[in-house]
């Protein structure tokens, strides 16, 4: 099995900057793509960045030019540098990975993190 681990939610304000971090571990042979979902209240989870492992990142256009998406193969943890952050970007940051847990292609599956709380507000 594989665990996925978020850290870095805070409340801020309007304009200011947090940095999240998604560690993964456990039984990990290959980790395919890793990505950033979010959920705001009453509305459905949505994508904020992908990161491929062939160095790929797309984003949301929400996001665009205000959020970096990044990963650290080495050390299997996948981050998220948010600047200009608006009170829009309130939510649940979930982290996600497409992971291989042995070369056999039905041992590859997506696991999902507890999720991450951030709150802009003034």
């Known amino acids: 099995q594989v665990q996925l681990e978020e850290s870095g939610g805070a409340w801020v304000q309007p304009g200011e900057s947090l940095r999240l971090s998604c560690a993964a571990a456990?039984?990990?042979?290959?980790?395919?793509?890793m990505a950033w979902f979010r959920q705001a209240p009453g509305k459905q989870r949505e994508l904020v960045a992908i990161?491929?492992?062939?160095?790929?990142?797309n984003y949301a256009d929400s996001v665009k030019g205000r959020f970096t998406i990044s990963r650290d193969n080495a050390k299997n943890t996948l981050y998220l540098e948010m600047n200009s952050l608006k009170p829009e970007d309130t939510a649940v940051y979930y982290c996600y990975a497409y992971v291989a847990t042995s070369s056999a292609v039905r041992d590859r599956k997506a696991y999902w993190g507890q999720g991450t709380q951030v709150t802009v507000s003034s």
């Open positions: 990161s491929t492992n062939d160095g790929s990142r």
């Open positions: 456990g039984s990990i042979f290959t980790i395919y793509n």
